[in-house]
């Protein structure tokens, strides 16, 4: 499976955007989709992940209660749904694939290119 990001961009604080990872193949709900984030210097971390056909989903907990996350299989479309964003919410988005649901960025193996989310203050 390929992945493609989207959807990122300048928004002010409080305001939404909702991230997309589309991604090529006809097996897309064979894998579970997480997003993780990674902050000039930082490490990359995870942000939310979605199992196979939604059943079960995982957030960090900075993210807990402003952000969801989605996935359409008939689309092959995973989304995050990002509100009451905080400028430390700023990064480069990366969508990953594995074959079950994780955490960590060990546990995805397919990565896609990343969006840039910037929140100003």
């Known amino acids: 499976v390929q992945l493609q990001a989207s959807g990122g961009g300048l928004v002010q604080a409080g305001g939404s955007l909702r991230l997309s990872c589309a991604a090529s193949?006809?097996?897309?709900?064979?894998?579970?989709v997480g997003w993780f984030r990674q902050a000039p210097g930082k490490e990359r971390e995870f942000v939310a992940a979605?199992?196979?056909?939604?059943?079960?989903?995982y957030y960090a907990d900075s993210v807990k209660g402003r952000f969801f996350i989605a996935r359409d299989n008939a689309k092959n479309t995973v989304y995050l749904q990002m509100n009451s964003l905080k400028p430390e919410d700023t990064a480069v988005y990366y969508c990953?694939?594995?074959?079950?649901?994780?955490?960590?960025?060990?546990?995805?193996?397919?990565w896609g290119q990343g969006t840039l989310v910037t929140v100003s203050s």
């Open positions: 990953a694939a594995a074959a079950r649901i994780g955490v960590t960025k060990y546990d995805y193996d397919t």
């Open positions: 193949g006809r097996t897309f709900s064979s894998y579970a």
């Open positions: 979605i199992s196979r056909y939604g059943a079960s989903t």
